[in-house]
C-alpha cells in the first residue's frame, strides 16, 4: 500500500472519449500533483494544487483538466486527446509543496487510439 | 536550462556487490535533492533526501553524497540485492515548487 491509489491501472480510449483519471491519498497530505512519464523522457510536471488550489500549469493542453475537490482527491479528466498523449500519468502527494519529498501513486497506463 | 541527467543509462553488478548511481545538475540554486525507485510497473518509490547544507547522508543499505561544487550527486547501496533491480532517478528543487527529475539509470542486479 502506496498510500497515494490511482484509478484505474490500465485505460485505453479514442481520441474523441471522454474520460477522468483518479488519485486519492491516504497520507494526510495538503499537496497533490499530476505528472506524465513518456519512455526515455523525465517526468513532466502537469499541475500542483496546494490546498486544493491550483498553483502550477505547466502550459499543458486544455484537453487535460485537473480537479481537486479535497485534500485526499484529484482527478483528471480528458476529452478529445491524441495518439502523442500516451503515457504513464502519476499523481503524487506531499505535505507542504515547497522542500517536502513527494509519494507517488503507481499510475494509470494510458492508450490514445 | 535545466539539466538534471545521469551519468549512465544502464548498470549492471553482482549480487553483494556495492552499486553507484550518478546524478549531475546544472542550477547551483538547487536546494534539496531527493533519490526515487522505479520497479516496473509501479509508481517511483522515495529512497533518501538531502538538503543543499548537507553532503552525505545515509540511510538503510544507501548513502547519498552530494558535491555542491562540482554540482553531483550519487546514490550508493551496499551489498546490492535483486530486489534493488529498478530504475534510479535524481530529482531536484530549487527556488519555487518545481521538481525537475533525471532520465533514469536501470539497474540489474545478476544473480
Known amino acids: 500500500e502506496t498510500g497515494v491509489t490511482q484509478t484505474p491501472r490500465h485505460l485505453v480510449m479514442g481520441m474523441t472519449n471522454k474520460k477522468s483519471l483518479k488519485c486519492e491519498q491516504h497520507l494526510g497530505h495538503n499537496a497533490m500533483y499530476w505528472y506524465k512519464q513518456s519512455a526515455k523522457k523525465p517526468l513532466e510536471l502537469m499541475f500542483v494544487y496546494s490546498l486544493e488550489e491550483r498553483v502550477e500549469n505547466n502550459s499543458v493542453p486544455s484537453r487535460f483538466s485537473p480537479e481537486c475537490p479535497n485534500s485526499s482527491h484529484l482527478f483528471l479528466h480528458l476529452h478529445t486527446l491524441q495518439p502523442e498523449d500516451s503515457a504513464l500519468y502519476l499523481c503524487?502527494?506531499?505535505?507542504?509543496?515547497?522542500?517536502?519529498?513527494?509519494?507517488f501513486g503507481d499510475g494509470t497506463r494510458l492508450s490514445i487510439l | 536550462g535545466e539539466s538534471v541527467g545521469l551519468h549512465l543509462p544502464t548498470l549492471s553488478v553482482q549480487e553483494g556487490d556495492n552499486s553507484i548511481i550518478n546524478c549531475a545538475y546544472s542550477?547551483?540554486?538547487?536546494?534539496?535533492f531527493i533519490w526515487y525507485k522505479q520497479e516496473s510497473g509501479k509508481g517511483p518509490q522515495f529512497i533518501i533526501d538531502i538538503r543543499s547544507n548537507m553532503d552525505k547522508r545515509q540511510g538503510q543499505r544507501v548513502t547519498v553524497l552530494l558535491n555542491k561544487t562540482v554540482k553531483h550527486l550519487s546514490l550508493q547501496i551496499a551489498a546490492t540485492q535483486p530486489g534493488d533491480s529498478a530504475v534510479y532517478f535524481c530529482a531536484e528543487k530549487h527556488t519555487g515548487n518545481q521538481f525537475y527529475f533525471g532520465t533514469g539509470t536501470s539497474l540489474t542486479v545478476i544473480p
Open positions: 503524487a502527494s506531499s505535505l507542504g509543496n515547497t522542500g517536502q519529498p513527494q509519494h
Open positions: 542550477n547551483s540554486a538547487s536546494d534539496y
